[in-house]
């Protein structure tokens, strides 16, 4: 069972930067895929970015390309989103997840575990 826990969204405004964190329980976080995926108001969860087990591969949106960094640090149990150069379009609730795979999938159900989110909202 893993348990994760997102932080660091917030308000900030179009052209800033957010990090979001992603902590995460249990013991064999380093041996699962991690990705972020986001939902706005009245849309479908869409994936954000994935990364595998060791860091080595990560996937991205076509939307995010150039702008959002995912990484992880497995000492730490912790998956990052460096978020830049943001736009209104990017407001959503943005949710943690893991994947048994291992994989940086961009397949929603090849996720297993979700975390509660956390808003991030940009402003014009």
């Known amino acids: 069972q893993v348990q994760l826990v997102e932080s660091g969204g917030g308000l900030v405004q179009a052209g800033g930067s957010l990090r979001l964190s992603c902590a995460a329980s249990g013991r064999f976080f380093s041996s699962y895929g991690m990705g972020w995926f986001r939902q706005a108001p009245g849309k479908e969860r869409e994936f954000v970015a994935g990364?595998?087990?060791?860091?080595?591969?990560?996937n991205y949106a076509d939307s995010v390309k150039g702008r959002f960094t995912i990484s992880r640090d497995n000492a730490k149990n912790t998956v990052y989103l460096q978020m830049n150069s943001l736009n209104p379009e990017d407001t959503a609730v943005y949710y943690c997840?893991?994947?048994?795979?291992?994989?940086?999938?961009?397949?929603?159900?090849?996720?297993?575990?979700w975390g509660q989110g956390t808003q991030v909202t940009v402003s014009s």
């Open positions: 990364i595998n087990w060791s860091g080595g591969s990560t």
């Open positions: 997840a893991a994947g048994r795979g291992a994989l940086a999938t961009t397949e929603r159900y090849e996720y297993d575990y």
